[in-house]
């Protein structure tokens, strides 16, 4: 069993690590895999530092790219609306029983998957299990909370300059970036077919997707392997077993071009928003792509190459972040810029010099080290709880990668040498096909 999240301190042996240092010994957490009864694949890890206990679950191949498409909304109007009551309760008691004893529980739908998502004192954990058992296998989807919630999400297709990031990740960027490919519609189709859905379309999904041999979980915290298989059991029981869901969604490449889509939207600012070309995780050159975008601009990092010259050096940006997107059949890279409207295409043309920089001279050795360093840091902050570990390590169990996915990552990075980064940056980079969305005002 790891004490203290000691894990932790472990990986902090990393943060100084530079040249020949990088072949001492990895550190050592213990992830095992395992089944439960029912015979569902989990990832588990014990840790007792906090008596929390984490349950991640995910059905496999049951995201929006995977219906047909008048139903391609269903599964995030599923997630939205499974916790409209289950069971013998109602919506506001099923709310307050799990609000009584402290549970959270969620649901998160995407273009691949569903995930199901609890988090629960140890102390409770068996009550939890039921109630969570409830919304897996009993939602009531009370008719006036579900149209309600229908409504609100129809609203809000339809109303992108309120949330205008999402709007373009969801909705425009799909549309552009994937013509005539599942993903092209984006999680929630267009808002008529959207809002045509109903409660026998949501207990359709439930009854073709919900099922245990589609599923493959993660449970971690203060429990030992017994009670692990022990509570996914509970959680999983009266689940049908069902068939698991056949991927037939083709991998595919995003069309970028040098095109600039504009949405008007009332305000002094404008979100500038772009694409990039990125590898997939499971790619040999993922870590030395990862490198590279840190350097250009991930994690609001004012050494990038983004904050400094466009916004320290020049003025031109308030704010910028560029964040990886992996679907299970492609990757790229989605960057956002914010600006004051008259500064729209001066900042375009900033980051169009920057992104030519960066292909035609590469990094430099001190930005390299930089980079591995600033990853590896962020990587042992974002780690310090079990809860944290949790999420990182199901993320990595849905891309694909095996039980020692931290230590196969940490490696990755830090055997990244210059060249291969300065190569992949003439491959992955180019100026003129990096396809642009701008939402605001101006022009």
Not at 77 to 89: I, P, Q, T
Not at 311 to 316: A, F, P, W
Not at 390 to 409: A, E, N, P, R, V
Not at 432 to 441: A, D, P, R, T
């Amino acid at each position: 069993m790891i004490k203290k999240l000691s894990f932790i301190l472990l990986l902090a042996t990393f943060y100084s690590l530079q040249g020949e240092e990088h072949k001492r010994k990895l550190p050592i957490y213990s992830i095992k895999q395992l089944y439960s009864l029912s015979g569902t694949k989990f990832w588990f890890m014990s840790d007792d530092s906090a008596p929390l206990v984490h349950v991640r679950i995910v059905f496999k191949n049951s995201g929006a790219s995977h219906q047909e498409k008048s139903n391609v909304g269903v599964p995030k109007f599923y997630s939205h609306a499974v916790f409209c009551g289950s069971g013998k309760y109602n919506y506001v008691e099923f709310k307050k029983k799990c609000s009584d004893i402290s549970l959270k529980l969620s649901c998160q739908a995407g273009m691949d998957v569903i995930i199901f998502s609890m988090t629960t004192p140890k102390i409770v954990m068996d009550e939890a299990a039921e109630l969570f058992n409830m919304a897996l296998n009993s939602p009531i989807f009370e008719k006036d909370k579900v149209k309600e919630i229908q409504e609100g999400i129809g609203y809000s297709m339809q109303s992108y300059a309120d949330n205008p990031i999402s709007s373009a990740l969801h909705i425009f960027v799909p549309a552009i970036i994937f013509k005539s490919h599942a993903y092209e519609t984006g999680i929630r189709g267009s808002s008529e077919n959207f809002m045509k859905l109903s409660i026998d379309d949501l207990k359709k999904y439930k009854e073709q997707f919900l099922v245990t041999a589609n599923a493959e979980a993660c449970v971690f915290g203060d429990l030992s392997a017994k009670e692990a298989v022990s509570l996914l059991d509970k959680i999983l029981s009266k689940m049908e077993k069902g068939q698991p869901a056949k991927d037939r969604v083709p991998d595919t490449t995003p069309l970028l071009s040098s095109e600039v889509v504009k949405y008007y939207a009332d305000g002094p600012q404008s979100a500038v928003t772009f694409i990039l070309k990125n590898e997939k995780p499971l790619s040999p050159r993922r870590a030395a792509a990862t490198i590279l975008y840190r350097i250009l601009g991930e994690n609001c990092l004012f050494r990038s190459r983004i904050m400094s010259e466009l916004r320290t050096k020049h003025g031109l940006i308030y704010s910028e972040f560029i964040v990886p997107i992996d679907l299970g059949h492609a990757s790229y890279i989605f960057g956002v810029l914010w600006t004051d409207n008259s500064k729209v295409r001066q900042a375009m043309a900033a980051l169009t010099k920057v992104v030519r920089d960066l292909r035609e001279k590469g990094l430099t050795k001190e930005e390299l080290e930089f980079a591995k360093n600033n990853i590896m840091g962020t990587l042992f902050v974002g780690l310090r709880t079990s809860g944290d570990f949790c999420d990182f390590c199901f993320k990595k169990m849905i891309d694909g990668f095996g039980i020692d996915t931290l230590q196969y990552s940490l490696e990755k990075i830090m055997k990244v040498e210059l060249k291969e980064i300065n190569d992949l940056a003439k491959e992955l980079l180019d100026e003129n096909n990096m396809s642009w969305l701008v939402i605001g005002g101006g022009e």
